[in-house]
């Protein structure tokens, strides 16, 4: 059974929870009003071959978070990750953690990328099912007239986190 210890972090967006395991690979982020949303992640990745137990301190990954909300947006690149997913979900999230915090990225641009380009649905299948948000960026996904599309933390957290990084201009 896997033990992922919870760490709870005050962030400007609101409680962030994060899920790491024992050897401190981020496993999980999300937000506390979307907990929901975390667990049936957590099911799709890991069935129910896991458990959940409290931190006692931060983990390292905590702590690289909070220093990316305090403005070192190249903490989050230090962070180590596991995450289970589809060959093509693994691919697809390899590629956004490539994308530079300040640039931005369509959903049709990352399929060719990925030498895919007709499979811009799978592209965007495989960032709603990332079950770790801004570490792996799946904030700088956006739709080819360049607008905001949707962001599992809702739009209002898109857009503080491209403005935060730069990609955005604040209203």
């Known amino acids: 059974m896997l033990t992922l210890i919870l760490d709870q972090l005050l962030t400007p967006l609101g409680t962030a929870l994060i899920l790491t395991d024992k050897t401190e690979n981020l496993r999980a982020l999300d937000w506390s009003d979307y907990e929901d949303r975390m667990y049936r992640l957590l099911r799709l ?45 693994k691919k697809v999230w390899t590629a956004l953690r490539k994308i530079p915090a300040g640039k931005t990225i369509t959903y049709a641009a990352l399929a060719k990328k990925l ?48 403005e935060h990084e730069g990609a955005l201009k604040a209203d």
């Open 45 to 89: 990745h890991y069935g129910t071959d896991y458990e959940i137990v409290e931190g006692m301190r931060l983990s390292k990954a905590s702590l690289l978070i909070g220093k990316y909300f305090a403005g070192d947006l190249k903490a989050i690149d230090k962070i180590k990750i596991a995450t289970n997913g589809t060959p093509f979900q």
């Open 115 to 162: 030498g895919a380009p007709g499979a811009v649905r799978a592209v965007g299948g495989a960032n709603g099912a990332n079950p770790i948000g801004v570490v792996v960026p799946c904030h700088r996904m956006i739709g080819t007239s360049g607008k905001l599309t949707g962001y599992g933390g809702g739009l209002h957290r898109k857009k503080y986190l491209l």
